[in-house]
């Protein structure tokens, strides 16, 4: 039987795994509720003093490693890390290939508002495509390249440039579902990766008799050995753990102080949230739908929630509003991976879960998601909370017919 949260609207089935204390309440709202309870004051300081052991004794070398994309939470990140722990910065960056106007916009504005060195990681384009070809047939997952290689780039250059302090922004497993405590200060590292953004699938994986991966593909996906790791002594940490992570209130932040740019999403009311990307928030978030029950929407909702931004029924009203919306882009990715719409339509559909997509007709389903099951009490409709909390401080049309930017280095005032 699936079980709701009694406080936001996450169920029993999440990927990432929940649980519920004798209230009903799941693990992700009664950690986020160490938010209120600790001294972030006192955790800010812990924070420097763990710093303090990695900055570098000549001014000229960096201190440590910032991951940065034009969305996320990488303004934020680096305003902490630059202007709060006054830090030296190297900044990375994976390129996804899927990239919006919006996300290289952002990540040019970056750099020069920081005022900090970046170093791109472009993987030859033929061996993504082969990749993502595999991934999404054999694993479901359009997603695994971008993954794999946003969470092994950051590491190679720590090793490579002798830089031992990687900085992460926010931890997916304690925002989300209560994975560890604040105070536990879990890391990023080797295991994490493996279990939780590659859900057990690691290069070596995708190797099979009947597809056309090679070695040479796969080499930048993989992670570095435990000796390199231990000869520099490499260490991820997450910013959440020490500072009071909102991002609805970090992004209003960063677009006043820095000019960050949101966009309106087909499928979120959120403006921030992977701006940078055709896919996430489209083909991306259906296969997250088709296969969990649940898209994107939902973990938004649910943070509002916590925050005490939205209630449980608004937010169960935004779910059904924004789950439905038409998939975009489908053309341009199939296009991109050079296989019929026909194809990638047999694909989508062979993902289905069953427990959540009753087919009665070919190609014909029945709508069983999460947001079908739940029962919320109704309350008065908040319909400013869009309007409020979600500035769409720059609008552009992705509609009009574009091609996805493979690399942009600049972008026009």
Same mark, same amino acid.
């Given at each position: ?14 990927p990432?795994?929940?649980? #519920? ?14 938010k ?13 003093k763990?710093?303090n052991?990695?900055?570098?004794k ?42 919006t ?6 990540l040019a ?7 900090a ?18 991934t ?66 690691e ?21 570095p ?11 991820g ?8 992570w ?27 949230d992977?701006?940078?990307c ?5 083909i ?6 088709l296969k ?9 909702v ?8 939205i ?5 169960s ?5 924004y ?9 341009l #990715?199939?296009k991109?991976?050079s ?15 069953k ?14 998601t999460?947001?079908?099951k739940?029962s ?13 909390? #979600?500035?769409?401080?720059?609008k ?6 574009e ?11």
């Amino acid at each position: 039987m699936i079980k709701f949260c009694k406080r936001c609207l996450y169920s029993s089935e999440h990927p990432l795994g929940i649980t #519920f204390n004798e209230e009903g309440i799941c693990s992700g709202c009664t950690i986020h509720d160490e938010k209120d309870q600790l001294n972030w004051i006192d955790r800010f300081k812990r924070l420097k003093k763990i710093i303090n052991t990695y900055r570098s004794k000549k001014r000229s070398n960096y201190d440590c490693i910032v991951p940065v994309t034009g969305a996320g939470d990488s303004y934020y990140v680096m305003h902490i890390v630059k202007n709060k722990l006054k830090l030296n910065p190297l900044m990375v960056s994976y390129n996804k290939y899927f990239n919006t106007p919006i996300g290289i916009n952002n990540l040019a504005n970056l750099r020069m508002k920081f005022d900090a060195d970046i170093i791109f990681k472009n993987v030859n384009l033929n061996s993504v495509k082969k990749i993502t070809r595999h991934t999404l047939l054999e694993h479901k997952n359009m997603y695994w390249h971008i993954l794999a290689g946003s969470t092994v780039f950051p590491v190679e250059v720590a090793i490579n440039y002798k830089i031992p302090l990687i900085i992460w922004g926010a931890h997916q497993g304690v925002e989300q579902v209560g994975m560890y405590s604040h105070l536990h200060e879990p890391e990023m590292t080797r295991r994490y990766r493996h279990d939780h953004h590659l859900f057990n699938t690691e290069p070596e994986n995708l190797y099979k008799l009947d597809n056309n991966l090679r070695e040479e593909d796969l080499i930048n996906y993989k992670y570095p050995d435990d000796k390199n790791l231990n000869s520099i002594g490499v260490r991820g940490i997450y910013l959440s753990n020490f500072i009071r992570w909102d991002p609805t209130a970090q992004h209003l932040e960063m677009i006043k102080k820095y000019n960050f740019k949101s966009a309106k999403l087909q499928r979120t009311f959120d403006t921030y949230d992977h701006v940078d990307c055709y896919n996430y928030m489209n083909i991306h978030d259906h296969l997250k739908l088709l296969k969990h029950g649940y898209s994107k929407v939902t973990d938004h909702v649910c943070r509002e929630i916590r925050h005490k931004r939205i209630s449980r029924y608004n937010g169960s009203l935004l779910v059904k509003k924004y789950q439905k919306q038409k998939i975009k882009y489908l053309d341009l #990715f199939s296009k991109w991976l050079s296989i019929s719409k026909h194809s990638l339509d047999f694909v989508l559909n062979r993902s289905r879960n069953k427990k959540y997509w009753k087919e009665y007709d070919i190609n014909k389903f029945k709508d069983n998601t999460l947001i079908k099951k739940i029962s919320v009490k109704k309350e008065k409709i908040f319909n400013n909370f869009e309007r409020k909390y #979600f500035k769409r401080k720059y609008k552009i049309n992705l509609d009009k017919k574009e091609d996805y930017i493979i690399f942009g280095k600049g972008y026009k005032n």
